[in-house]
């Protein structure tokens, strides 16, 4: 296993590498520069002479490959640059945003699994009947409602008309509960249809009729066995959603003026801050190749069958 572990760390290196320069290649084929926005964004227009001082100064005018290879090399050492936008070191702006995003996809990820799997088991438990119907329904509404748009509802009602809860912001656990619920509703209607699906083929299994003949009750044999073997496929789909719910905190970070990594990358892209936007990159992909190998260790736990790494 701890094998396993450190060749996945090293499998990071090459995802990395890959990432940044593909980001990297992007900014730089970008129109104008992060000095001219910066005066751009202040509504004003610096001369000429200054922003080409400032630009040979931070190395922009240098060659595509020179500048990666330099930004690289300072990476190593510790040092992700200087935000063009914030004037502070990349490193210290990320470590003031993260936690804040952390708490979002948290919450968001806490709201899906005590919705998602209760109401996923009623659905199998009464298929085809009218609680399934409504269950069902509202997932394939929940799947449907563009996120950016629930948002703005939710605002809507509950700041401006009802005035319940802050507009925009990222102060206090108020301004956390409505891009939370924005950013869950999409999870948990998606995995209400997952959770369902896999409960129902668990259902049909040998195994099932098997303990249903030894006079097993049916909450056993979900709480210990169908739900258990379902876990599989459900991890594994929550694996492969990270990219997802890591996209969607950049959209519902934007709407709601929450000072996230996701609103930091907007913005980035927004000023070519080329040093931010690597940065985030780098913290994003960490994160997703992290999370990946807790799904797979957890794997091995739900299921000791399954061999994985070194294992033989």
């Known amino acids: 296993m701890i094998k396993y572990i450190i060749k996945r760390i090293f499998y990071l290196i090459p995802i990395l590498v890959g990432v940044t320069f593909l980001t990297f290649l992007m900014l730089y084929l970008a129109p104008s520069d992060p000095i001219s926005m910066k005066y751009t964004s202040m509504a004003t227009v610096g ?4 922003i080409e001082e ?4 931070m190395g922009l005018n240098d060659s595509f490959l020179k500048q990666y290879v330099r930004w690289s090399k300072n990476v190593l050492s510790g040092d992700f640059g200087i935000s063009t936008k914030y004037n502070v070191p990349v490193k210290d702006e990320i470590a003031k945003r993260l936690p804040k995003t952390l708490a979002l996809t948290g919450t968001s990820v806490l709201i899906t699994i005590f919705l998602a799997f209760p109401f996923g088991i009623i659905s199998a438990q ?3 009947k009218l609680v399934d119907y409504i269950i069902r329904f509202f997932s394939f509404t929940g799947i449907s409602i563009p996120s950016f748009w629930l948002g ?5 009602f509950f700041s401006v008309k009802f005035k319940l809860l802050p507009i925009i912001g990222s102060k206090g656990i ?17 995995y209400i249809r997952r959770i369902r699906a ?3 083929e668990e259902i049909n299994k040998d195994y099932v009729v098997a303990l249903k003949s030894k006079g097993i009750s ?6 210990f066995h169908i ?5 599989l496929t459900i991890v594994t789909m929550f694996g492969m959603s990270i990219g997802s719910i890591l996209g969607g905190t950049t959209i519902i970070e934007t709407i709601f003026e929450y000072r996230g990594l996701g609103k930091m990358a907007a913005d980035a892209i927004t000023n070519r801050d080329y040093f931010l936007m690597q940065g985030y990159v780098i913290w994003t992909a960490i994160i997703y190749v992290v999370i990946n190998l807790l799904v797979d260790i957890l794997y091995k736990y739900l299921n000791p069958r399954i061999k994985i790494g070194d294992e033989s």
């Not at 001369?47 to 200054?50: A, E, G, P, T």
């Not at 400032?54 to 100064?57: I, N, S």
């Open 218 to 223: 049916y909450s056993k044999i979900m709480f």
């Open 126 to 128: 009464y298929k085809n």
């Open 47 to 50: 001369d000429s002479k200054y």
């Open 174 to 190: 108020k301004s956390l509960i409505l891009p939370s619920i924005t950013l869950s509703v999409w999870l948990v209607a998606v």
């Open 198 to 200: 896999c409960i129902l």
């Open 152 to 156: 703005l509802m939710l605002m809507y």
């Open 227 to 231: 739900l258990p073997n379902s876990l």
């Open 54 to 57: 400032k630009k040979e100064e």
